[in-house]
């Protein structure tokens, strides 16, 4: 690496654990509360996630490193990206639909909800704020990535279960989602020492 | 018959503007736009920031997306609002970054990611891309108000129960004797938010505000 930074293995850690985007920056809150009721769905709103977060990260970097900053127009990345985001999101359906059908099949519903996801657009958003290099912004991609798939799949067992359990009338649903959010980012917060 | 025209829309847009702010409360009814809701209502100064930016996008983008309405085609409505959307945006953040800038270092990454919450673009599509420009300035203030008072509500116990009293752009409210110097510091921590949240929308439903699922 010739910029100083902070080390891969710290970046990837740092958004697996301890920056959780889901618990710790509460971003893509939607797919975690309304998506992640069954395990099978879960794992593909995270791989579809995964996959644009990764391709959207490498596309903004280039383009914000290449583009914008010699141009001097950094303030116009929200724009940008939130234009390269949709596009991505639009072409990488279009691939997977004409290269596997049966990925296509169970990412299909999934992929067009992640244009809005404040996920992917929050991890292009760090990556330049960050000023991350190529690599290190591939690395937080993915470690984001990792870290929303682990939540989306955690959640969702643990609600599977929780269809069975008897909670108060009120707390039904949405409510004791929260509550179990909050358990859980608070068992993550005991993460934070490892970075 | 003019006069009696003229009422109804008033009628209307009161009814537009009320039903925002209650009925159909964007945060604690319809469960939207969790994200800023839970990340900046730790303190009642970056709660009401947000609310601000939220309401001048809102309002700018139901303004613009209302009267180009006619003009832009369905297929490519969605492009077209977003970037009705991040222009706005753009111009808050530059705004806030000049003469605020205590309050752009602190709502951070968040200012920027106003362009993905789904109230706005929500908005442009069930309502300002349908309606006329008064009735979607209507709607921008009803559901800005009420997505204020949803986050003003948030950040109050938060604050409260995390510092131990309330500040409000560096004036010290009130402070609450014992509870300040040994505050539950966990409130203003993402735990907080879920907890504060997930109560208050039981606590609605429990008093028969909102509806069962």
Same mark, same amino acid.
């Given at each position: 690496?010739?910029?100083?930074?902070?080390?891969?293995?710290?970046?990837?850690?740092?958004?697996?654990?301890?920056?959780?985007?889901?618990?710790?920056?509460?971003?893509?809150?939607?797919?975690?509360?309304?998506?992640?009721?069954?395990?099978?769905?879960?794992?593909?709103?995270?791989?579809?996630?995964?996959?644009?977060?990764?391709?959207?990260?490498?596309?903004?970097?280039?383009?914000?490193?290449?583009?914008?900053?010699?141009?001097?127009?950094?303030?116009?990345?929200?724009?940008?990206?939130?234009?390269?985001?949709?596009?991505?999101?639009?072409?990488?359906?279009?691939?997977?639909?004409?290269?596997?059908?049966?990925?296509?099949?169970?990412?299909?519903?999934?992929?067009?909800?992640?244009?809005?996801?404040?996920?992917?657009?929050?991890?292009?958003?760090?990556?330049?704020?960050?000023?991350?290099?190529?690599?290190?912004?591939?690395?937080?991609?993915?470690?984001?990535?990792?870290?929303?798939?682990?939540?989306?799949?955690?959640?969702?067992?643990?609600?599977?279960?929780?269809?069975?359990?008897?909670?108060?009338?009120?707390?039904?649903?949405?409510?004791?989602?929260?509550?179990?959010?909050?358990?859980?980012?608070?068992?993550?917060?005991?993460?934070?020492?490892?970075? | 018959?003019?006069?009696?025209?003229?009422?109804?829309?008033?009628?209307?847009?009161?009814?537009?503007?009320?039903?925002?702010?209650?009925?159909?409360?964007?945060?604690?009814?319809?469960?939207?736009?969790?994200?800023?809701?839970? +990340?900046?209502?730790?303190?009642?100064?970056?709660?009401?920031?947000?609310?601000?930016?939220?309401?001048?996008?809102?309002?700018?983008?139901?303004?613009?997306?209302?009267?180009?309405?006619?003009?832009?085609?369905?297929?490519?409505?969605?492009?077209?609002?977003?970037?009705?959307?991040?222009?706005?945006?753009?111009?808050?953040?530059?705004?806030?970054?000049?003469?605020?800038?205590?309050?752009?270092?602190?709502?951070?990454?968040?200012?920027?990611?106003?362009?993905?919450?789904?109230?706005?673009?929500?908005? +442009?599509?069930?309502?300002?891309?349908?309606?006329?420009?008064?009735?979607?300035? +209507?709607?921008?203030?009803?559901?800005?108000?009420?997505?204020?008072?949803?986050?003003?509500?948030?950040?109050?116990?938060?604050?409260?129960?995390?510092?131990?009293?309330?500040?409000?752009?560096?004036?010290?409210?009130?402070?609450?004797?014992?509870?300040?110097?040994?505050?539950?510091?966990?409130?203003?921590?993402?735990?907080?938010?879920?907890?504060?949240?997930?109560?208050?929308?039981?606590?609605?439903?429990?008093?028969?505000?909102?509806?069962?699922?």
């Amino acid at each position: 690496m010739s910029e100083a930074g902070p080390s891969l293995i710290t970046i990837f850690i740092g958004m697996v654990l301890v920056n959780n985007l889901i618990l710790a920056k509460f971003l893509g809150l939607c797919p975690f509360f309304g998506v992640s009721k069954k395990i099978t769905n879960a794992l593909s709103m995270g791989a579809a996630v995964t996959l644009v977060m990764l391709i959207a990260s490498i596309a903004t970097t280039l383009i914000y490193r290449f583009i914008l900053v010699p141009f001097k127009v950094e303030f116009m990345n929200i724009i940008i990206y939130i234009l390269v985001i949709a596009s991505l999101v639009q072409i990488v359906e279009l691939f997977i639909k004409r290269t596997n059908i049966t990925l296509y099949n169970s990412l299909g519903i999934y992929l067009p909800l992640i244009t809005t996801n404040c996920a992917v657009l929050g991890v292009t958003l760090i990556n330049a704020q960050e000023n991350y290099t190529m690599l290190q912004s591939i690395v937080s991609a993915l470690g984001g990535g990792i870290g929303f798939t682990l939540m989306l799949i955690i959640m969702s067992a643990i609600r599977e279960r929780l269809e069975f359990a008897d909670t108060p009338k009120s707390m039904r649903g949405l409510p004791i989602a929260f509550i179990i959010a909050a358990i859980l980012s608070l068992a993550y917060m005991g993460f934070s020492g490892l970075i | 018959m003019i006069e009696k025209q003229e009422r109804l829309t008033a009628k209307k847009f009161w009814q537009e503007l009320a039903k925002g702010i209650v009925i159909t409360n964007p945060v604690f009814v319809l469960v939207l736009g969790l994200c800023p809701t839970l +990340a900046v209502s730790n303190s009642l100064n970056n709660a009401l920031g947000m609310s601000a930016g939220v309401i001048f996008v809102l309002l700018g983008s139901n303004i613009i997306i209302s009267l180009l309405r006619k003009i832009t085609p369905n297929l490519v409505r969605i492009p077209v609002f977003i970037v009705v959307i991040a222009t706005f945006v753009t111009i808050l953040s530059l705004v806030f970054e000049a003469y605020l800038p205590p309050l752009y270092e602190s709502l951070g990454i968040y200012l920027p990611l106003i362009v993905v919450n789904c109230i706005i673009l929500g908005r +442009a599509e069930v309502f300002a891309s349908k309606n006329s420009v008064t009735l979607s300035i +209507a709607d921008a203030f009803g559901v800005g108000f009420g997505f204020t008072i949803a986050l003003i509500i948030v950040a109050f116990f938060r604050e409260l129960l995390g510092t131990g009293g309330l500040e409000v752009f560096g004036k010290q409210l009130f402070s609450i004797p014992v509870l300040a110097e040994s505050p539950m510091s966990i409130f203003i921590m993402p735990p907080g938010a879920f907890i504060v949240l997930g109560l208050l929308l039981a606590f609605f439903r429990m008093i028969g505000v909102l509806k069962h699922e």
